[in-house]
């Protein structure tokens, strides 16, 4: 029987619970990103390493202690690439396909990783300042953009 002695929240991303002994003496612990993307990314891994696991109702991943510091890499792995700093998504396409546009003009590398249905644009730290004011400039050429539809729709910049 599995027991709960501990629930913590790692941000928004994922949840994690500590879970007492099972018949052998090793615990069992779990874990679950909320995006369904990112968890079935997550599983496919552990799979891939022969990770034996089992995955409950809710959808997360229940391991053994023994195999932790194996898993516990793998969620590391996934936390640096999906929710690092440097990162954007964009509501609208429109600001999303300036951005990428910047970027390229810019010559600054850049990865494209849809989760859950979003477009996330990712860059490498070295990068960020020369980003953010890129971020900066299609936020301010948006503005304009809609200033100049509004004035061409109504008539007036309101």
Known sequence: ??????????????????????????SM???????????KEFVDILDNKGINFEIDNDGAVWYR?????VVDNIIADIFFRYFR???????????TNLFIKRLEEAIIPYKVVIIDGAKWVYWEDRYDSKVRAIMKD????????????RIRIHGSPR
Do not use: C, H, W
Not at 14 to 19: D, E, K, L, N
Not at 29 to 39: E, K, L, N, P
Not at 65 to 69: G, I, R, T
Not at 85 to 95: E, L
């Open 85 to 95: 700093k440097n990162r954007i998504m964009y509501t609208s396409a429109r600001y």
């Open 29 to 39: 612990v779990s874990f679950m990103f909320y995006s369904d993307g990112i968890q």
């Open 1 to 26: 029987m599995k027991t709960i002695v501990g629930n913590s929240l790692i941000g928004l991303f994922a949840i994690f619970i500590a879970v007492g002994p099972v018949a052998d003496g090793d």
């Open 65 to 69: 202690v023994s195999d932790a510091e």
């Open 138 to 149: 299609v936020e301010k050429t948006m503005r304009n953009i809609r200033r100049e539809e």
